[in-house]
Nanobody, 118 residues
Framework: VQLVESGGGVVQAGGSLRLSCAASGGTFNRYGWFRQAPGKEREFVADISWNGGNTDYVDSVKGRFTISRDRTKNTQYLQMNSLKPEDTAVYYC??????????????WGQGTQVTVSS
């Protein structure tokens, strides 16, 4: 299984970015995104069920970030709007064969840097 991320970069506060994560070699129950800021632990950001019917977000991104998945391409996305400097982090995509990606991650992407300047 391989997860290949793309879409990170530098953006001004209030701007937008879209992250992509293409999965190959398997399908899973839930697909998600985590992030890790310097000096902080990796935290859950959002996840989506395999059929797109159920999503979950950390409170700090609700209303600003949207997770989606294209089943035909086995690719997940994270649309990030109204970005804030505190969103600066390395973002990792993840997948799990369980029903809780917060508890079990089977595979991680390589990470992509998102930097939001004030």
């Amino acid at each position: 299984v391989q997860l290949v991320e793309s879409g990170g970069g530098v953006v001004q506060a209030g701007g937008s970015l879209r992250l992509s994560c293409a999965a190959s070699g398997g399908t899973f129950n839930r697909y998600g995104w985590f992030r890790q800021a310097p000096g902080k632990e990796r935290e859950f950001v959002a996840d989506i069920s395999w059929n797109g019917g159920n999503t979950d977000y950390v409170d700090s991104v609700k209303g600003r970030f949207t997770i989606s998945r294209d089943r035909t391409k086995n690719t997940q996305y994270l649309q990030m709007n109204s970005l804030k400097p505190e969103d600066t982090a390395v973002y990792y995509c993840a997948v799990t064969s369980t029903w809780s990606i917060k508890k079990v991650v089977d595979y991680w992407g390589q990470g992509t840097q998102v930097t939001v300047s004030s």
